[in-house]
C-alpha cells in the first residue's frame, strides 16, 4: 500500500489492547493512524510469558509434557503430540500403529476444535454473532470425545512419550464416526451463514492481503500460507505418524501468488472437511494391538544429541528443538510457535487499512497469546 | 439481499431445534469415569489407609503440589503422618495416580472446588482420605505384598508360598 496521507491529518499513535476483546487474550497492538487509516503498527507481546522453556530444564522429560499443553491451549492435544515426537525421536523409539492412529484421530479432532473456535471468534469480531453459538455446540461435541478419552477437555494431556497412557473407551470409534458423519453438514451451515454473505464478503474480501513471497519470506506457516497460494503443510512435505498413509488434499487459496482474509476463511474450513477425511481413514485402519512403544519408565537419551521435530498445529508448524545432556532433564527446549511467527506478518498486513480491519486481521492470523508469549 | 435472507432463514430455522444449554448448577453435567478432577486418598476393603507413604506421588508431581511425611505404626506398616495436597497449584495431570504403586491416590470426576479463600485449597489428609476403595474394590496392597508387617508373616500373603528353610538338607 503506498503511503497516501489522508484529510491532512496529524499522526496520532493509540494503543490497541492488553484488553481489547479483539486482541484474543492478551496482545498490544501500537497503531500509527492518519485519521482512520493505519499507517504503521507494533505488536507488544509478552503479557502472558511464562517462562515455559526455562521450566522445562528443571523438569523430567515426562513432567514437561503437561506444560505444553498450556501454550496453544486451545489445541492442547497436537502440542503434546509435537512434544511427545520430537522426544521420542530423541530416543529413537518405535510407536505402535494403533497408537499412531490414535494419535492422529485426536489430532484431527482437535484441528477440527481450533479452526472452529477460531470460526466463531473472527466472525463475532466481524460482527456476526451467531457462528459462535453454532461452531461451540459442535466444539463440545469434540471436547466431550477428549473428555471420555483422557478425563480432561482443554488441558488433555492425552499421549505419554512412547505412545499412550489410555487405550480407546468402548464406542469410541463409534461417536468418532458419528461426528464426522454429522459434522460435514454443520460445515455446510456455517457456510451458508458466511460464505456468501455480503456483509462478510465486504469485511474479509481484500483486507490483510499478504503476498505468496512476503509469507515465504516472514516464515509464515499454517492456513495463513496456504492462504496465499503456496502449497505447504508439513503433513504433506515431511509426514510424521501415519500421515503419509492416508489421502488428503491441501487446500489453498483463490488466488495465485496472494491471499486475502477471505481465502485464509475458505482454507480453515476445507481444511476441516479435509480432516474429517482422515479422521474417517484412520478410523477404518485402527487395529487392536499394543498401545505404548519400548520406552521405559525413566527416559534418559544419550548426551550431545539434539533433534528438531515440527508437526502441522492448527496454526501452522510447531516445531520442538530438545537438546539431551544424558540426565533425566531436557538441557534446552526451545519451541517454534506458529503463531509468534504469524503475528510477525501483521504489520504488513495491516498498513493502509482501516481500525475495523485490524480486529479483522488480528483475527485471521489465528494467534494464541499462550503460544505467543510461552 | 438474498445472501442476507440465506442466513435469516438458517438462523430462523435453528430456533425450531432442541435447546442444548445444560443449565448448570441445577442440571449436573455428565462427566466420564476417567475424568482428572479432585484428588482423593482411598482406603483397602479392610477400612485401612492405602496410601505406604513411598512419596512416589510427590516426585511424580511436575508443580510440587504434593508433600508428606512417612511413619509406621507398632505393626510395621508404612503410613503418612501428614499428607497434603496443595490444589492451588495442581495441575491435575494424574501422574500422582499413575505412579501410584498401591492404587492409594486417585482422581475423580469432580471439579467444584470454588472457594474464596486460598488458604482453603490446602488440603489435609483428613480431607483427602474417603471411606471406600474408589476406583479399585478389592485390592487390598499388604494382602498381595510380601512384606512382613504385625498380624501377616512371611508366605501369609495370597499367591505366596511359605518361605523356604534353606538349611535344611531336603529338597
Keep these: 500500500m503506498p503511503e497516501v496521507t489522508y484529510l491532512d491529518a496529524d499522526e496520532l499513535v493509540i494503543n490497541m489492547g492488553p484488553q481489547h476483546p479483539a486482541t484474543h487474550g492478551v496482545l498490544r497492538v501500537k497503531l500509527k493512524l492518519d485519521g482512520e487509516r493505519v499507517t504503521?503498527?507494533?505488536?507488544?507481546?509478552?503479557?502472558?510469558?511464562?517462562?515455559?522453556?526455562?521450566?522445562?530444564?528443571?523438569?523430567?522429560?515426562?513432567?514437561?509434557?503437561?506444560?505444553?499443553?498450556?501454550?496453544?491451549?486451545?489445541?492442547?492435544?497436537?502440542?503434546g503430540m509435537g512434544y511427545c515426537e520430537a522426544v521420542e525421536k530423541l530416543l529413537g523409539a518405535e510407536i505402535p500403529p494403533r497408537?499412531?492412529?490414535?494419535?492422529?484421530?485426536?489430532?484431527?479432532?482437535?484441528?477440527?476444535?481450533?479452526?472452529?473456535?477460531?470460526?466463531?471468534?473472527?466472525?463475532?469480531?466481524?460482527?456476526?454473532?451467531?457462528?459462535?453459538?453454532?461452531?461451540?455446540?459442535?466444539?463440545?461435541?469434540?471436547?466431550?470425545?477428549?473428555?471420555?478419552?483422557?478425563?480432561?477437555?482443554?488441558?488433555?494431556?492425552?499421549?505419554?512419550?512412547?505412545?499412550?497412557?489410555?487405550?480407546?473407551?468402548?464406542?469410541?470409534?463409534?461417536?468418532?464416526?458419528?461426528?464426522?458423519?454429522?459434522?460435514?453438514?454443520?460445515?455446510?451451515?456455517?457456510?451458508?451463514l458466511l460464505t456468501k454473505n455480503r456483509i462478510w464478503l465486504e469485511r474479509t474480501q481484500n483486507v490483510g492481503i499478504l503476498k505468496a513471497e512476503d509469507a515465504i519470506a516472514y516464515a509464515v506457516t499454517g492456513p495463513v500460507l496456504r492462504g496465499s497460494g503456496v502449497k505447504w503443510d508439513v503433513r504433506k512435505a515431511q509426514p510424521y505418524e501415519a500421515y503419509d498413509k492416508v489421502e488428503f488434499d491441501v487446500p489453498v487459496g483463490r488466488h495465485e501468488g496472494w491471499g486475502d482474509t477471505y481465502d485464509r476463511y475458505l482454507v480453515r474450513l476445507a481444511e476441516m472437511r479435509q480432516s474429517v477425511r482422515i479422521i474417517?481413514?484412520?478410523?477404518?485402519?485402527?487395529?487392536?494391538?499394543?498401545?505404548?512403544?519400548?520406552?521405559?519408565?525413566?527416559?534418559?537419551?544419550?548426551?550431545?544429541?539434539?533433534?528438531?521435530?515440527?508437526?502441522?498445529?492448527?496454526?501452522?508448524?510447531?516445531?520442538?528443538?530438545?537438546?539431551?545432556?544424558?540426565?533425566?532433564?531436557?538441557?534446552?527446549?526451545?519451541?517454534?510457535?506458529?503463531?509468534?511467527?504469524?503475528l510477525q506478518a501483521f504489520d504488513l498486513m495491516a498498513r493502509g487499512h482501516l481500525i475495523a480491519d485490524v480486529v479483522a486481521i488480528i483475527g485471521t492470523i489465528d494467534i494464541v497469546l499462550g503460544e505467543v508469549d510461552r | 439481499m438474498l445472501s442476507l435472507l440465506r442466513t435469516f432463514w438458517e438462523i430462523l430455522k435453528h430456533t425450531f431445534r432442541r435447546r442444548l444449554t445444560v443449565?448448570?448448577?441445577?442440571?449436573?453435567?455428565?462427566?466420564?469415569?476417567?475424568?482428572?478432577?479432585?484428588?482423593?486418598?482411598?482406603?483397602?476393603?479392610?477400612?485401612?489407609?492405602?496410601?505406604?507413604?513411598?512419596?512416589?506421588?510427590?516426585?511424580?508431581?511436575?508443580?510440587?503440589?504434593?508433600?508428606?511425611?512417612?511413619?509406621?505404626?507398632?505393626?510395621?506398616?508404612?503410613?503418612p503422618e501428614f499428607f497434603r495436597i496443595n490444589f492451588s497449584r495442581c495441575i491435575f495431570c494424574g501422574f500422582c495416580e499413575e505412579a501410584c504403586p498401591t492404587y492409594a491416590i486417585q482422581l475423580t470426576p469432580d471439579f467444584e472446588m470454588g472457594e474464596y479463600k486460598r488458604q482453603n485449597l490446602v488440603y489435609e489428609k483428613e480431607d483427602l482420605l474417603i471411606s471406600g476403595p474408589g476406583k479399585y474394590p478389592g485390592y487390598n496392597f499388604w494382602r498381595v505384598a510380601g512384606v512382613e508387617i504385625g498380624g501377616k508373616g512371611k508366605g501369609d500373603a495370597e499367591r505366596e508360598d511359605p518361605p523356604t528353610d534353606v538349611r535344611s538338607l531336603l529338597p
Design chain 1, 280 to 342: 474417517r481413514q484412520a478410523v477404518e485402519r485402527l487395529e487392536s494391538g499394543p498401545i505404548f512403544g519400548k520406552v521405559g519408565k525413566i527416559i534418559k537419551p544419550p548426551a550431545g544429541f539434539e533433534v528438531y521435530h515440527a508437526i502441522e498445529s492448527p496454526k501452522g508448524e510447531l516445531g520442538y528443538l530438545v537438546v539431551s545432556d544424558g540426565t533425566t532433564h531436557p538441557y534446552r527446549v526451545r519451541v517454534r510457535p506458529p503463531s509468534f511467527v504469524n
Design chain 1, 40 to 79: 504503521g503498527s507494533e505488536c507488544i507481546i509478552g503479557y502472558l510469558h511464562r517462562g515455559i522453556e526455562k521450566i522445562a530444564e528443571n523438569r523430567t522429560y515426562q513432567q514437561f509434557a503437561p506444560y505444553v499443553d498450556r501454550m496453544d491451549y486451545v489445541a492442547a492435544v497436537t502440542n
Design chain 2, 23 to 79: 443449565q448448570y448448577p441445577e442440571e449436573k453435567p455428565y462427566l466420564a469415569p476417567r475424568w482428572r478432577g479432585r484428588i482423593i486418598l482411598s482406603r483397602d476393603p479392610d477400612g485401612e489407609e492405602r496410601c505406604v507413604a513411598c512419596y512416589l506421588c510427590a516426585v511424580a508431581c511436575p508443580v510440587d503440589c504434593i508433600s508428606l511425611q512417612a511413619t509406621e505404626d507398632k505393626n510395621g506398616r508404612r503410613y
Design chain 1, 99 to 192: 497408537a499412531q492412529y490414535t494419535r492422529m484421530i485426536l489430532a484431527e479432532l482437535q484441528r477440527i476444535a481450533s479452526h472452529l473456535l477460531w470460526l466463531g471468534t473472527h466472525a463475532l469480531d466481524l460482527g456476526a454473532m451467531t457462528p459462535v453459538f453454532y461452531t461451540f455446540r459442535e466444539r463440545e461435541e469434540i471436547l466431550r470425545i477428549f473428555e471420555n478419552y483422557c478425563g480432561a477437555r482443554l488441558t488433555t494431556h492425552a499421549f505419554r512419550i512412547g505412545g499412550l497412557l489410555y487405550d480407546l473407551y468402548d464406542g469410541f470409534e463409534k461417536e468418532v464416526r458419528k461426528f464426522s458423519d454429522m459434522f460435514l453438514g454443520k460445515i455446510d451451515e456455517y457456510e451458508q
